[in-house]
């Protein structure tokens, strides 16, 4: 299964910002969709946000709506997810993980996304 490989976590004061990649570097993404996903220390995985290859069509989640952005560059083979105005409850481990062409597993928990990786953490704290 495709393995994507996550960059960009830190430690970042309340209200501050990180920008996190999520790169392949063993095929192309044009064609997939990219996920963004989430576990925090004692709870279950999270979806954050999914970008789709096919329409375009961008999903957040409530609690990261207009505070997140997710943009693809598909010549660099790279998905970014630009997280600004950060609280501790954005504290956890971020993942990102191919997903169809839709989106189907952040939308719904079905379908056959991709391997996941060892993500990369993120802590807001002061």
């Known amino acids: 299964q495709p393995r994507l490989a996550e960059s960009g976590g830190g430690l970042v004061q309340p209200g501050g910002s990180l920008r996190l990649s999520c790169t392949s570097y063993e095929f192309a993404l044009d064609y997939y969709a990219i996920a963004w996903f989430r576990q925090a220390p004692g709870k279950g995985r999270e979806g954050v946000s999914c970008i789709s290859s096919t329409d375009g069509r961008i999903y957040y989640a409530d609690s990261v709506r207009g505070r997140f952005t997710v943009t693809r560059d598909n010549p660099e083979r790279t998905v970014y997810l630009q997280m600004n105005d950060l609280k501790s409850e954005d504290t956890a481990v971020y993942y990102c993980?191919?997903?169809?062409?839709?989106?189907?597993?952040?939308?719904?928990?079905?379908?056959?996304?991709?391997?996941w990786g060892r993500g990369t953490q993120v802590t807001v704290s002061s």
């Open positions: 993980v191919t997903d169809g062409g839709y989106c189907k597993h952040y939308l719904t928990g079905n379908g056959d996304p991709g391997a």
